[in-house]
């Protein structure tokens, strides 16, 4: 790719981005034992997008071959000049920001896994939880694996190639209660290739043994009871209500089109125990669910710091959104795919570690509960969120008791973040997450776990 950009790079003029971009897939799908998918596929082509004065122009061809990349870059000057034509804007040129150069291969050193390899991996822990445990109603096995691969050339002399893959093995199993059937799930896998995760699938099962266990505690289980509680989040729930309810108030294109964070830079929005920062590569400790070291504008990635001691600091920008708010860009455009165009999107978004431990935080909850796996939710523009909890435990005089059964909470994010008290002193990542924000694109969502106080739903 980079050869390729390269005889281009020089010959870009005005404002241009070029880039080539191919979306490698996997899929292996067994529910109660039967193969039901296994497909891979490869999705690419090219992508131009200029700009003049105001007007965006964008084009993209399903190839990348010497005859479709001039005709992208010839396109899209054409719809740039057709808008500015059309409709005057004067907004003037775009903040080049921080230069993104370089080549960031993730690509693993360890032999390939073969297609048939893969399913035998499927296949194997379909079998184990199938002969370890038989009296499960229902296994059901995903792997799915992503690798983005992208180069990008710029007018503004940004020259970079990414090849960033993920693998997540998902396992989900159901029981059948005396009331109907309750269901528990759990990933495996994340930042790599297949080879990098799946070689040795026994590594998973003391966790899936666990999982297991789970699924019991909530069979027998009870309901919570409704109204405000005392809670400790795990960090897989405080990591996607901090990336739903908090990151997208918090992305520049929504904060121009009236989010609830646009009139509180400066302002105290959380306990000053929380401070949320968007990364840049892969995280303070390098385990991050993606790595992105320059945006799909050219633009050197940065670490940003959305919220610091519970104050309100700053926002996610792409080079747009920078210009309209005086400030640099920070490396948050990103496409999903080669015909998608980029948008302000989040990274590796988490919560910072605090001086807490999870024990203590247990202890310190009188009547509460211990909230370990969302399921689905949504959040919109005010930061007001509801989400599904899979998995937890009641909390009785600072001991974990029974399990409950699937419940929600709800709220405004920027007061529950107010109610914080205690953040553990650990950061843990998810292993599978992804932003559906007009386009679909993998994300890092983790952090510590946190004590707030929270809505229920449940059962008097």
Not at 302 to 325: C, P, Q, S, W, Y
Request: glycine residues 12%; charged residues 25%.
């Amino acid at each position: 790719m980079l050869d390729q950009l390269e005889r281009y790079a020089e010959h870009l003029d005005h404002y241009t981005e070029l880039r080539l971009h191919t979306n490698h897939t996997k899929t292996v799908q067994m529910i109660g034992g039967n193969v039901v998918t296994n497909s891979a596929s490869s999705r690419g082509g090219v992508s131009a997008r200029t700009y003049d004065d105001g007007a965006f122009g964008f084009a993209s061809f399903p190839s990348m071959s010497d005859d479709a990349i001039p005709g992208a870059l010839k396109a899209a000057g054409g719809n740039a000049a057709l808008l500015q034509r059309r409709r005057a804007m004067g907004k003037g040129d775009l903040p080049t920001g921080a230069v993104g150069k370089g080549s960031f291969d993730y690509r693993s050193t360890k032999p390939a896994l073969t297609d048939a390899e893969q399913l035998d991996a499927v296949r194997q822990v379909d079998n184990y939880m199938r002969t370890t445990y038989p009296d499960l109603a229902n296994i059901d096995v995903n792997l799915g694996f992503l690798a983005m691969e992208k180069g990008l050339a710029t007018s503004a002399g940004a020259l970079t190639y990414s090849y960033i893959p993920r693998t997540i093995l998902v396992v989900r199993l159901s029981f059948k209660a005396d009331d109907g059937a309750v269901e528990v799930y759990d990933a495996f896998g994340g930042f790599g290739d297949p080879q990098d995760h799946l070689t040795d699938v026994t590594a998973f099962y003391a966790d899936l043994d666990d999982l297991y266990k789970k699924l019991r505690d909530k069979a027998a289980g009870t309901y919570a009871k409704p109204g405000e509680h005392d809670v400790v989040m795990d960090s897989r729930l405080a990591g996607i209500l901090a990336h739903e309810a908090i990151g997208h108030t918090c992305e520049a294109d929504l904060v121009l089109g009236g989010s609830v964070a646009g009139d509180h830079v400066g302002d105290m929005v959380a306990s000053e125990k929380v401070s949320l920062i968007d990364y840049a590569e892969r995280g303070p400790d390098g385990n991050g669910g993606i790595a992105i070291h320059v945006d799909d504008e050219g633009v050197e990635c940065r670490d940003v710091t959305i919220i610091e001691n519970g104050r309100l600091k700053t926002f996610l920008h792409n080079k747009e959104t920078a210009r309209e708010m005086g400030v640099e860009p920070t490396g948050n455009a990103r496409a999903y795919a080669f015909d998608d165009e980029p948008l302000v999107r989040m990274r590796n978004t988490a919560i910072a570690p605090g001086d807490d431990t999870l024990d203590e935080m247990i202890g310190a909850v009188e009547h509460g509960y211990y909230l370990m796996r969302p399921t689905n939710g949504q959040a919109d523009s005010t930061s007001e969120f509801m989400f599904g909890v899979g998995l937890g435990y009641e909390i009785e005089d600072g001991k974990i008791t029974r399990a409950i059964r699937d419940t929600t909470i709800s709220g405004v994010a920027f007061d529950m973040l107010k109610t914080i008290t205690h953040v553990s002193d650990d950061l843990t990542w998810g292993k599978g997450g992804m932003c559906g924000k007009k386009q679909m694109i993998p994300v890092g969502m983790g952090g510590p776990a946190i004590k707030c106080r929270i809505t229920i739903g449940g059962r008097s």
